[in-house]
């Protein structure tokens, strides 16, 4: 087993995430039964502006995985605030190599903790329809779906 590291931050260590976030955003592409293409448009860019806007009032948390040995990052986990006191964990990811370590786990505890810490009075995640394989991972921090949103690709 390889031995890993996490480093926490704020906005500054977005830029860290960006070609992990490409492979989530390529997979949720991939699973997207209906928005393939609309995955396939995003941008890091936006996607980090999105972050930075919506934490806005409110705080943000980056966190990242890296292998103690050569410093390969490996995962990484953001969670925010909004102004109105709702936490969400807005991204998890792990290299597939890495899976089964239980590095998501710990960056969800992680996150969780982190909310608990900034009494949110609500928490949330959003889950990409397709993605349903981890639902089981947040059940075990009480997340549970509630409602379904239908967008129009149009």
């Known amino acids: 087993m390889i031995e890993i590291e996490y480093e926490v931050g704020e906005s500054e260590l977005l830029d860290s995430i960006e070609d992990l976030w490409g492979k989530l955003n390529l997979h949720h592409a991939e699973v997207s039964p209906h928005f393939s293409d609309q995955f396939r448009l995003n941008t890091f860019e936006k996607r980090k502006q999105d972050l930075v806007q919506k934490s806005t009032g409110g705080k943000l948390r980056v966190e990242l995985v890296k292998t103690t040995a050569d410093a390969r990052m490996v995962g990484y986990g953001i969670a ?25 786990d710990q960056l969800i505890s992680n996150m969780m903790s982190w909310l608990d810490c900034q009494k949110v009075r609500r928490k949330m995640v959003v889950v990409v329809t397709g993605n349903e394989r981890v639902f089981h991972l947040y059940q075990k921090y009480g997340f549970f779906p509630r409602t379904s949103t239908l967008v129009c690709r149009v």
């Open 80 to 104: 925010t605030i909004c102004s109105g006191s709702v936490g969400e964990i807005d991204s998890i990811y792990v290299d597939p190599p890495f899976r089964g370590q239980g590095i998501a």
